[in-house]
T-cell receptor, first 118, second 112 residues
């Protein structure tokens, strides 16, 4: 598709269950970012991928959070043993990649996956 | 380290009135600044960005922003707002690995 695609759009789960959130970036974008947006708050950075590697994982809040990216395309964010404080919208963004003369600096965002932990 | 402060969490305004949404940043390196808009239940959409050059930046939907290095500000303005401008607005600064560091957001509520 033309934009960043995320699934599921909504996920309701019980405390203690594992969840997987998927992001399909814009074709050809080598950089991929995950953010978390709690209700009424700004966006918290979670992790950055350049290709298949993750040079910046500094925003992952605990070891229950992990992410991977395969084939320089799809990325999956996994939350193990979910807690109620994990309830949020998880946003994925992609961009062209490393900064260069032609880099516009813009991140393109998906519509997010809304996670509710009961 | 870079950071962004949005001074107003909510801004109510009447339709056709002017509006200014304030943003201050902190950065020790070259500054790249962005404003994004988020309509209800949607993702973020870029309004405008400052990378270099003219300090007055024009964006979509009639918005503009001015980069002020001495005041470390990047305030967003629109001379006449519409009901359809009701949304959450986020200011951001580029950080390491080109990630964006966002402010807490300003909710603009336009009333008839």
């Amino acid at each position: 598709g033309a934009g960043v695609s995320q699934s599921p759009s909504n996920k309701v789960t019980e405390k203690g269950k594992d969840v997987e959130l998927r992001c399909d970036p814009i074709s050809g974008h080598t950089a991929l970012y995950w953010y978390r947006q709690r209700l009424g708050q700004g966006l918290e950075f979670l992790i950055y991928f350049q290709g298949n590697s993750a040079p910046d994982k500094s925003g992952l809040p605990s070891d229950r959070f992990s992410a991977e990216r395969t084939g320089e395309s799809v990325s999956t964010l996994t939350i193990q043993r979910t807690q109620q404080e994990d309830s949020a919208v998880y946003l994925c963004a992609s961009s062209q990649g490393l900064a260069g003369v032609a880099d516009t600096g813009e991140l393109f965002f998906g519509e997010g996956s809304r996670l509710t932990v009961l | 380290a870079q950071s962004v402060t949005q001074l107003d969490s909510q801004v109510p305004v009447f339709e056709e009135a002017p509006v200014e949404l304030r943003c201050n940043y902190s950065s020790s390196v070259s500054v790249y600044l962005f404003w994004y808009v988020q309509y209800p239940n949607q993702g973020l959409q870029l309004l405008l960005k400052y990378l270099s050059g003219s300090t007055l930046v024009k964006g979509i939907n009639g918005f503009e922003a001015e980069f002020n290095k001495s005041q470390t500000s990047f305030h967003l303005r629109k001379p006449s707002v519409h009901i359809s401008d009701t949304a959450e607005y986020f200011c951001a600064v580029r950080g390491g690995y080109n990630k964006l560091i966002f402010g807490a957001g300003t909710r603009l509520a336009v009333h008839p």
